[in-house]
């Protein structure tokens, strides 16, 4: 068989009352290319852009292997160049990229392989230019992974395809070049890299991903709910924007494991900065306080505004044992109180007070 022979139109049995399109016993796929880009713009969204490009890439290289078991095992090539030109013949049937100015080197005495050449009309430059722009790298992942797998089969050994110029880095085209790993220098690095990629290392970066993720929502739950601590045994929480019933639950575990954790024997919870609240956050304030004091420290409610008085009151919500004053600053001075001290706002001290004195 000579290359010029490959003709789909020919070898592709469509078999619609099986529901299969076959090449020879293989089952090929149709699908759309905007429905391609969409799952390849959600790897690279979710999963980034090095996991994902080793995704893509080890997705051609088995493609390409693929192709060329599949023909290899149906037909007798009449010379062994027809047989490596298969490879990009059988890309540009299938709809991936144009293929031009292909040229080779190839000694199996000195064991040199050496292919290159142009793409025109990658399918995939075309969507990640859609989707994403221009890259400052290659992009054509599956496309140099399929080179690199029908090489790889057709020598029965490693082969590594390379991008040297790609449309999605703003190049006037694509271009290849394929070599045996050892004859590559640096810059296939990120082409073998990303046909290393194992489940295991897959695992392995999704679980440091997900370490990350984990990591960000504690910093933001930090950022989200400041406990301050301005005084020995006492911590102030301010509270700051809208509170929804998740955000006030978060603010709730956050202070009560914090209260058991630090020995804490007041807190402030204050409300100045509270936007807007719905019924069901309202009553959160007030089971927040309860559970402090369930562990033994005494809770103060302060600077509560009059839209929140206002959805307590119509609630009907029990404030009994609930301290709630008007300021932070009354907060404060009524923690030290409970802690002993003799507040004298006039002097601007704090005298230790063994009587537990109530004088202001």
Not at 92 to 108: K, R
Not at 196 to 209: G, I, P
């Amino acid at each position: 068989m000579k290359v010029s022979d490959i003709d789909f139109r020919k070898m592709l049995k469509f078999s619609p009352e099986t529901g299969r399109v076959l090449l020879g016993s293989d089952r090929m796929l149709l699908f759309r290319q905007e429905a391609f880009a969409t799952l390849r713009r959600l790897m690279i969204d979710q999963l980034g852009e090095r996991l994902a490009r080793g995704l893509l890439a080890q997705f051609g290289y088995r493609c390409g292997l693929g192709d060329f078991e599949a023909l290899n095992a149906q037909y007798e090539w009449d010379s062994e160049r027809d047989r490596r030109a298969a490879g990009s013949v059988m890309h540009m049937w299938e709809g991936i990229v144009l293929v031009e100015g292909a040229t080779s080197e190839v000694d199996p005495e000195t064991g040199t392989f050496h292919l290159k050449g142009n793409w025109r009309n990658s399918y995939e430059a075309e969507i990640h230019l859609a989707e994403f722009g221009i890259s400052d790298s290659p992009v054509c992942h599956s496309l140099t992974g399929y080179a690199s797998g029908w090489c790889t089969a057709l020598l029965g050994e490693p082969v590594i395809a390379i991008e040297t110029m790609c449309l999605g880095k703003g190049d006037a085209h694509c271009a290849y070049e394929i070599k045996k790993p050892a004859a590559w220098g640096p810059e296939a690095d990120p082409w073998k890299a990303a046909l290393a990629v194992t489940d295991t290392s897959l695992s392995q970066e999704l679980e440091r991903k997900l370490a990350e993720v984990e990591q960000y929502r504690a910093t933001v739950a930090a950022i989200e709910t400041p406990i301050i601590q301005v005084w020995e045994g006492v911590v102030v929480l301010p509270v700051i924007g809208a509170v929804d019933t998740q955000r006030g639950e978060q603010l709730t575990s956050t202070l009560v494991r914090h209260v058991a954790d630090e020995e804490v024997s007041c807190v402030i919870v204050d409300l100045t900065g509270v936007d807007s609240v719905d019924t069901r956050t309202a009553d959160l304030f007030v089971k927040m306080a309860r559970a402090v004091g369930l562990l033994g420290a005494r809770c103060f409610l302060t600077g509560i505004r009059p839209q929140l008085a206002q959805t307590l009151t119509q609630m009907g919500v029990e404030l009994q044992g609930i301290r709630t004053l008007r300021n932070l600053r009354q907060g404060l001075e009524e923690s030290l109180r409970f802690l002993g001290y003799s507040v004298t706002r006039s002097h601007a001290h704090l005298v230790s007070d063994s009587s537990d004195s109530d004088e202001d």
